[in-house]
């Protein structure tokens, strides 16, 4: 067990890959968190189970599905009694930390459990002098946000046991919705346009009624509180949508900005301490999100922008810098990897797979070449329809198999369909950019078939059930 490596986890809420340079580099440069994938690797498939934010961090905790660990939603709280990552990595001598944002739910059994430390923001935090609890007790700090988290963190680390290994989770609020940037970065972009994605102007056309009820149109749904002015009176229609993504768009990427800062601030920490070598670094976020891309913000669906992750991971002893991964790894993944790092048993109950092979860049025989999602819905968010889904390489099903909140059938007007399910199928290899539903071309009826067939083997292997409504 001598020289285990320390495990540095860098999570943030909400950053799509799309704003991370490392990936696109069109939108904004982060070169502190790209650092992490020139000295070691990025993961281009990392896709998360269930899109939104309490869910996702279970799933992570756990290393299974959330139908099995009972965070479905985001008003489901954790219960921390279940076994975790956290909790057998501090059985098996790690020290463990969890700072910044927790939002698995507090008091009863939702605090954090298997954490030697652990400081967390209450529910979403705030960007400004934020409250936290500091182990239980309130505290408020002066600040903002994502520099006091990385604070805390160097500070942990800073009175650390030098020679037993740490597992650090350092979760940042940002750049999570208000999108409030900080002193440093509120100018930034200020006389730039952030270049639009080529969907801003999604008419949803064919695609299911889902797509057409989400209540997450940049030019429809976005709130003065979220772009923090009225907009000029005389812009209207599409004009008016690109004043509205500008206004957002800048300040989720100042937050960024932020982040990006602070991840350099643990990565020299790492160099001065000597320790770089030893510790295993992951950069990812919660899930995805849209920046503008079939005119939405938020995720929740299972379509690329919010079902992929960023991930980009670091640790020289066995990680080839400069590696661009494509393999197919989802957020159950993360458990068993630590666990594999740590020299620990992987519980037979997990549901995902260690990466550490992956990792080395071995070829690993049957590896997994579809995933799993699923989307429960929750009150009245945004109003996306449950739905759930396979994704392989090429092609992605989905099957809306209950409406967001129109339930009792009070559409909006215009909107005609109001029976479920309802199925999207792409042909990604042809339609990267998800605008062409192929679900009943006679083209891909076989293609069809077996994916129906796969989703329900899929299903079935995860002890997930079929709705009784898709039939
Ligand atoms: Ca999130």
């Known amino acids: 067990m001598a020289n285990r490596p320390n495990i540095l986890f860098i999570m943030s809420d909400d950053h799509a890959s799309q704003a991370i340079s490392s990936y696109s580099g069109r939108i904004n440069q982060t070169p502190n968190i790209d650092r992490i994938a020139q000295e070691g690797a990025r993961f281009d498939d ?56 927790w939002h698995l739910g507090h008091g009863g059994n939702s605090d954090p459990t298997g954490f030697d430390y652990w400081c967390v923001l209450p529910g979403q935090g705030l960007y400004h002098n934020p409250t936290f609890y500091d182990m239980g007790k309130e505290i408020t700090v002066k600040g903002y946000a994502t520099d006091i988290i990385t604070d805390m963190s160097l500070d942990w680390l800073e009175k650390r046991d030098k020679d037993r290994p740490f597992f ?42 889902a797509a057409r009820l989400a209540e997450m149109r940049i030019s429809r749904h976005l709130r003065k509180k979220d772009v923090k002015q009225d907009p000029p009176d005389h812009l209207e229609g599409n004009d008016l949508t690109r004043w509205y993504y500008q206004r957002y768009i800048k300040d989720y990427l100042r937050c960024i900005a932020s982040i990006d800062d602070n991840v350099g601030r643990l990565l020299d920490y790492l160099d001065e301490q000597g320790i770089a070598d030893n510790t295993l670094v992951i950069y990812t976020s919660d899930q995805g999100f849209f920046l503008g891309e079939h005119g939405w913000y ?68 049957g590896w997994r070449q579809s995933m799993y999602y699923r989307y429960w819905m929750d009150r ?11 994704r392989t390489h090429q092609y992605k099903l989905i099957c809306y ?50 994916l129906k067939t796969a989703l329900h083997q899929l299903q079935m292997e995860l002890k997930d059930t079929i709705q009784t409504s898709e039939s």
Not at 380 to 390: E, K, S
């Open 298 to 365: 938020d995720k929740r669906f299972m379509y690329e922008e919010s079902l992929r992750m960023p991930f980009l991971v670091r640790y020289p002893k066995e990680i080839k810098a400069g590696t661009i991964n494509k393999d197919m790894i989802v957020n159950t993944d993360f458990a068993p990897t630590f666990l594999d790092y740590a020299g620990l048993t992987i519980p037979a109950d997990m549901q995902g797979c260690s990466l550490r092979p992956v990792f080395q860049g071995r070829l690993v025989e």
């Open 380 to 390: 009245d968010d945004h109003c996306v329809a449950a739905h759930y889904g396979i």
């Open 46 to 101: 990392c896709f998360c189970t269930n899109s939104i934010c309490t869910p996702s961090r279970a799933v992570i905790l756990t290393g299974k599905y959330s139908h099995l660990n009972g965070v479905k939603t985001l008003v489901d709280d954790f219960d921390g009694r279940q076994p975790h990552v956290a909790k057998m990595l501090q059985q098996g001598g790690y020290q463990t930390s969890m700072i910044g944002k």
């Open 401 to 450: 198999y209950a409406p967001g909140r129109f339930y009792n059938g009070k559409y909006p007007e215009g909107t005609e369909r109001t029976e479920w399910p309802q199925w999207e199928l792409y042909d990604l290899q042809k339609d990267q950019y998800e605008l062409n539903n192929v679900y009943g071309d006679p083209d891909y009826a076989s293609t069809l078939a077996e």
């Open 168 to 209: 650090l989770m350092c979760h940042h609020k940002a750049p999570h919705r208000p999108w409030e940037p900080s002193e440093k970065h509120k100018d930034l972009y200020e006389d730039i346009n952030i270049p639009e994605p080529d969907t801003l102007f999604d008419t949803y056309e064919t695609r299911s009624d």
